[in-house]
């Protein structure tokens, strides 16, 4: 492929990938994608084989913002309660952090992808326990390092935790109250502190 391939390719996926996760795979007609990179039909199709392959891979870009911006979170302070406050801290600002991106790409494309596209599904399900699993890894390199006390497994609790967390993601945005989300992690990092903190 060509740099200026390449390119095309980049920017048809950055340009479109709010388009999708805001009004979905169904939703999104091929004149929404042709107004807003103002490219042909078959400009976009040369880059891509098909809608869901170009639906796909504007999922996988948000995704990947995501996981890099958990990824930064995750790493931030010396211990695994530090990392799981800063964590924390990021999904109170979650709304303004996937404003850009038409919302929580889990939460929108997780449900609109449920009956219409299971390519689409499985992606946000292997998202969904990629995320559980570096909460995961956080919570048990802190319970070897003697830095918290965890009742159970490591993965049950990070389980329990995105589910609070995207659960309060799906409220907040079906009510338009970011009340749900503030209260929900001001709630978690209560537990955090009562229930891992030695």
Request: aromatic share 10%.
């Amino acid at each position: 492929m060509t740099k200026k391939a390449e390119r095309t390719t980049a920017y048809i996926i950055e340009t479109v990938a709010p388009i999708f996760n805001k009004h979905g795979y169904v939703g999104t007609s091929m004149s929404d994608l042709t107004e807003a990179t103002g490219l042909t039909k078959g400009a976009i199709y040369g880059n891509f084989e098909n809608k869901e392959a170009l639906a796909l891979s504007s999922f996988e870009y948000n995704r990947n913002l995501l996981l890099s911006a958990i990824d930064h979170k995750l790493e931030f302070g010396t211990d695994a309660l530090d990392k799981l406050y800063s964590l924390l801290a990021f999904y109170k600002q979650y709304d303004v952090f996937t404003l850009p991106m038409g919302g929580c790409p889990l939460l929108n494309v997780g449900v609109d992808a449920q009956g219409n596209n299971k390519l689409l599904a499985a992606a946000v399900k292997e998202t969904i326990k990629e995320v559980e699993g570096k909460i995961a890894l956080v919570l048990e390199n802190g319970a070897k390092q003697n830095e918290i006390r965890l009742a159970v497994p490591p993965l049950q609790f990070a389980k329990q935790l995105f589910t609070m967390i995207q659960g309060a993601i799906a409220m907040s945005t079906m009510t338009q109250d970011r009340k749900y989300l503030m209260n929900t992690i001001t709630y978690l990092e209560y537990l955090i502190k009562q229930e891992l903190r030695k």
